[in-house]
T-cell receptor, first 112, second 114 residues
Framework: SQQGEEDPQALSIQEGENATMNCSYK?????LQWYRQNSGRGLVHLIL?????REKHSGRLRVTLDTSKKSSSLLITASRAADTASYFC????????????FGRGTSLIVHP | NAGVTQTPKFRVLKTGQSMTLLCAQD?????MYWYRQDPGMGLRLIHY???????AKGEVPDGYNVSRLKKQNFLLGLESAAPSQTSVYFC?????????????FGPGTRLTVL
């Protein structure tokens, strides 16, 4: 069963706009990771945030984590057509198992 | 470094046939995984390995077997393929350290079972 659930399932925006996607999970975690998947390709790791961190940045990506609400958000600023992809959150259980559980993903389309 | 590679890229099987999917990584990672990805279902873990000679069941192990005789290779076997096993299969590896914890994925194998 999926631990993380992304919201929305699909998001369509114009180039230059910001894209925000959310992930909710059910049980305590060690860390939460976001991955990106281009059509027909394998997933690529974007960013990892640990349970004791609240915010992390990487280039145009900003990830927040609220362990009290068991939720995370991924913000992509100034989106580009090349950001079109599916985005998945993955949670690693408390204790650090290295066996992350993936959500169903958010499909992002950025129109040029 | 080639990273994570998967063989074959595409395969069509008839119900009841068997096949083996090969995953190889050249990064000396301890952890390796097999996932299947179906529309609307995200990634589901089939089996995983925490080191050479070890394997463990994931969320959806039925109908699959695995082996990790060498650290760099992780094989996924289907003994008697069923149409329900039509899917895209991804292999991944992970260094498995607290400082460096991310999954590296292969390009996938698209399997159709008729």
């Amino acid at each position: 069963s999926q631990q993380g659930e992304e919201d929305p399932q699909a998001l369509s925006i114009q180039e230059g706009e910001n894209a925000t996607m959310n992930c909710s999970y059910k049980t305590s975690i060690n860390n939460l990771q976001w991955y990106r998947q281009n059509s027909g390709r394998g997933l690529v790791h974007l960013i990892l945030i640990r349970s004791n961190e609240r915010e992390k940045h990487s280039g145009r990506l900003r990830v927040t984590l609220d362990t009290s609400k068991k939720s995370s958000s991924l913000l992509i600023t100034a989106s580009r057509a090349a950001d079109t992809a599916s985005y998945f959150c993955a949670t690693d259980a408390a204790g650090g198992s290295y066996i992350p559980t993936f959500g169903r993903g958010t499909s992002l389309i950025v129109h040029p | 470094n080639a990273g994570v590679t998967q063989t074959p890229k595409f395969r069509v099987l008839k119900t009841g046939q068997s096949m083996t999917l090969l995953c190889a990584q050249d990064m000396n990672h301890e952890y390796m995984y097999w996932y299947r990805q179906d529309p609307g279902m995200g990634l589901r873990l089939i089996h995983y390995s925490v080191g050479e000679g070890t394997t463990a069941k994931g969320e959806v192990p039925d109908g699959y077997n695995v082996s990790r005789l060498k650290k760099q290779n992780f094989l996924l076997g289907l003994e008697s393929a069923a149409p329900s096993q039509t899917s895209v299969y991804f292999c991944a590896s992970n260094p498995g350290t607290s400082e460096y914890n991310e999954q590296f994925f292969g390009p996938g194998t698209r399997l159709t079972v008729l």
